[in-house]
Nanobody, 125 residues
Framework: QVQVAGSGGGSVQAGGSLRLSCVIS????????IAWFRQAPGKEREGVAA????????FLTDSVKGRFTVSLDNSKNTVYLQMNDLYPDDAAMYYC??????????????????WGRGTQVTVSS
């Protein structure tokens, strides 16, 4: 049974850091896309970062470049989203998702077929 589990959210002040983790289990495939999305109240869900487990490719959306990094630990089936210098605008529910059998981009929710529960990130100014 496929499971996607995201964790690591919390509450920080602006300028602070958090690290989110996404653990994937139950996949029979070695190569697939794992992504992080976020959704703030009243806004659409947007893609933040993605990696491909079959290589070294990764992606960050422009608004987080220079502040966030995404990394993959294949030995642990885990993707990390390190978030530094957090802004109040980064506050949202963050979701981890996986895609099998398609291109990792475009980074849109409709592309991804396995989802974890969200983890809340709160940033106070």
């Amino acid at each position: 049974q496929v499971q996607v589990a995201g964790s690591g959210g919390g509450s920080v002040q602006a300028g602070g850091s958090l690290r989110l983790s996404c653990v994937i289990s139950g996949f029979r495939y070695r190569s697939y896309c794992i992504a992080w999305f976020r959704q703030a109240p009243g806004k659409e869900r947007e893609g933040v970062a993605a990696v491909f487990t079959g290589g070294t490719w990764s992606f960050l959306t422009d608004s987080v470049k220079g502040r966030f990094t995404v990394s993959l630990d294949n030995s642990k089936n885990t993707v990390y989203l390190q978030m530094n210098d957090l802004y109040p605008d980064d506050a949202a529910m963050y979701y981890c998702a996986a895609l099998i059998g398609g291109a990792c981009l475009p980074l849109t929710p409709a592309q991804y077929n396995y989802w974890g529960r969200g983890t809340q990130v709160t940033v106070s100014s």
